[in-house]
């Protein structure tokens, strides 16, 4: 995928306790560093200050391209990202496309969650 801004957008919380030695027994800046290498060619990859719901550190949303966000596709919250598996399988899944284009790897419904609509809206306008 060339178009830029028909990618998806993958938001990485790097706040007060996503990415900080709070949340041990993880190397946070591998963790970015393997999302932007693995999505270069196909998403954006972003950090952003606290999302306002750190006891689910490390926090990453990922966001529908507008195709995906035309069939169907909404952003995903997922906490508690705190293992390289996990990372490795939001970067295949936004690599292929995404919300709404490709499946999510079912083990990603155990970081699922949903934030308050306050907490929606700083992320997702
Ligand atoms: S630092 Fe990530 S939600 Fe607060």
């Keep these: 995928m060339s178009d830029r801004a028909a990618r998806p957008t993958v938001t990485v919380c790097r706040g007060c306790c996503c ?5 041990p027994r ?3 800046a591998a963790q970015l560093r393997e999302l932007r290498a693995a999505l270069a060619d196909s998403a954006h990859v972003r950090a952003v ?3 306002d719901v750190c006891e689910r550190a490390n926090v990453i949303v990922v966001q529908p391209s507008p195709d995906g966000r035309r069939a169907g596709g ?3 919250w997922l906490g508690l990202v705190n293992d390289r598996d996990a990372t490795a399988d939001i970067a295949t899944w936004t690599g292929a496309g995404g919300p ?3 499946e ?3 083990v990603l ?3 699922a969650f949903q934030p308050s609509r306050r907490v929606r809206e700083a992320v997702e306008d």
């Design 109 to 111: 419904d155990l970081y």
């Design 19 to 23: 990415g900080t030695p709070k949340v």
């Design 49 to 51: 200050d606290c999302l």
């Design 100 to 102: 709404g284009l490709a």
């Design 74 to 76: 909404r952003p995903v």
């Design 26 to 28: 993880l190397d946070h």
């Design 104 to 106: 999510p790897p079912g």
